[in-house]
């Protein structure tokens, strides 16, 4: 690393007297956990080697320091050296220094927001010091916004719901101290390559949205699913869903989706990515339902699932996806017609919902809110005869020029009329009006009467999924 020694602007870069008397006596900062501990540990393997710890003099800086680099080091990774620092100081310039003049993959960090807010500001201006590749405990999340957090490309360990993530710090305030630094925009978080897990639906919209809308038809789950989340709020799913893609050199090659009780999502990956992915979560101490993805990967995720775990891997189901090829309605067609379902239907759609669930053996995952959402945007169509309803298909929103078909559900009392094909082709027509180029669905290959079916009315076989669920091992 070159070390960059520069002449400073007029006004000093730290935090000015009178913010540092507004900030009042700082409290030390809390000690750390060791799920904490462990997850910053897994967040950093396969990223880094070589380390340089830095640390505030306080007690719980000083003890998660020290507890890092002993569980850094005891599988035989370096740390170069470890500095600390006191919470006031003339300028921090010998700090900086020393922190800046190895040339490690990573500084990781723990202290107290304040004194840290200082150094980093020494360290942008007086070093070569790459926010980037720099980690810390939680303790730096605490920093109120006046005080100036180091933000900009640092990132924190922050618990998301029941995970430990990396994440960025809150944004230095765009007033902090006179800093220019914090009136620039945030800087693109320095993701690394193999597997990169985030809490955030932006983050992985901007590093893998490309990857998904390139491929619309093999990545149907985790584009309507982000699409339901971004209209209806994160949690619509259930709490705290998760986000990955996996980036083996300069483009990402694969992407990971979790939501709710839902099984993770794993797109077309190779074996050993898939493998390498349950690795990483279970560092992270993460819990799943089951996995969904291409058999092999799928496979290859459950083996070191189970091993690291006290799972066992149990075959759900497996699906093939098809795309409608060219639309062929039934012919004849059955008695009825086709009508979009409005708020009115809410009960109805909600029962069928939660019954064709029933039938698949995934109760539960319906809610009122979705059912709502799916309404809204005219995603439910219903066939009626005589006025009645008899059965109904529902599509996802129409992203990247596609929508999935899904659920299609028929009553026991009115199957084997010719119903759930005639409205699974009338919902096709109306997606492709709707401007959609890809019309897919999912089938269980355990039944061959839908199989043949969606066949006879123009879909055509893509690939096969299998859905893996999890439960305690004895």
Avoid: C
Wanted: cysteine-free.
């Amino acid at each position: 690393m070159t070390l960059r020694y520069e002449r400073g602007p007029s006004r000093s870069p730290l935090v000015a007297a009178a913010e540092v008397a507004a900030y009042g006596e700082p409290s030390p900062p809390s000690r750390h956990t060791d799920a904490e501990l462990a997850a910053l540990i897994g967040l950093l393997t396969g990223r880094v080697q070589t380390v340089v710890v830095g640390h505030g003099r306080d007690d719980a800086s000083r003890t998660a320091a020290r507890a890092f680099a002993a569980a850094w080091q005891r599988p035989g990774r370096e740390i170069i050296t470890m500095v600390d620092w006191p919470e006031t100081a003339a300028s921090w310039l010998r700090s900086a220094r020393r922190l800046t003049a190895p040339a490690p993959d990573a500084w990781v960090v723990a202290a107290a927001p304040l004194g840290f807010a200082q150094l980093s500001r020494r360290l942008r201006y007086s070093t070569g010091w790459d926010p980037r590749r720099t980690f810390a405990f939680a303790s730096l999340h605490d920093a109120p916004a006046r005080a100036g957090r180091p933000g900009d490309g640092v990132r924190a360990a922050r618990r998301h719901r029941r995970r430990w993530l990396l994440g960025d710090p809150p944004p230095v305030s765009a007033h902090a101290a006179g800093n220019p630094d914090a009136r620039r925009p945030r800087s693109r978080p320095p993701w690394s390559m193999g597997w990169n897990i985030t809490g955030d639906l932006d983050a992985y919209l901007t590093e893998a949205g490309d990857f998904l809308r390139a491929d619309p038809v093999e990545n149907t789950v985790p584009l309507g699913v982000v699409e339901t989340l971004r209209a209806k709020g994160a949690d619509v799913f259930g709490e705290g869903p998760l986000f990955g893609w996996w980036r083996p050199d300069a483009g990402v090659r694969g992407t990971l989706l979790q939501t709710g009780t839902f099984p993770l999502q794993l797109s077309a990956v190779p074996d050993q990515a898939a493998a390498a992915l349950a690795d990483a979560l279970a560092d992270r101490g993460v819990v799943l339902p089951g996995v969904s993805g291409h058999p092999s990967a799928a496979r290859a995720f459950a083996d070191i699932w189970e091993k690291r775990t006290d799972a066992v891997a149990e075959v759900h189901m497996r699906q093939r996806l098809f795309r409608l090829d060219r639309l062929e309605p039934p012919d004849p067609r059955p008695d009825g017609l086709p009508r979009v379902a409005t708020g009115a239907d809410h009960g109805l759609v909600f029962d069928w919902f939660r019954a064709f669930e029933e039938e698949a053996s995934a109760g539960g995952l319906t809610n009122a809110a979705l059912i709502d959402d799916r309404i809204g945007y005219d995603g439910v169509l219903l066939w009626e005869v005589d006025g009645r309803p008899v059965t109904l298909a529902a599509r996802t929103r129409v992203v990247s020029g596609m929508a999935r078909i899904g659920p299609v559900y028929t009553p026991p009392e009115h199957r084997r009329r010719g119903y759930g094909a005639a409205v699974t082709a009338a919902l096709a027509r109306a997606t492709l009006d709707a401007g959609a180029s890809h019309v897919v669905l999912f089938t269980d290959l355990a039944n061959p009467t839908s199989n043949g079916v969606y066949q006879r009315i123009g879909f055509r076989p893509v690939s096969d999924r299998l859905i893996l669920n999890f439960r305690p091992g004895a």
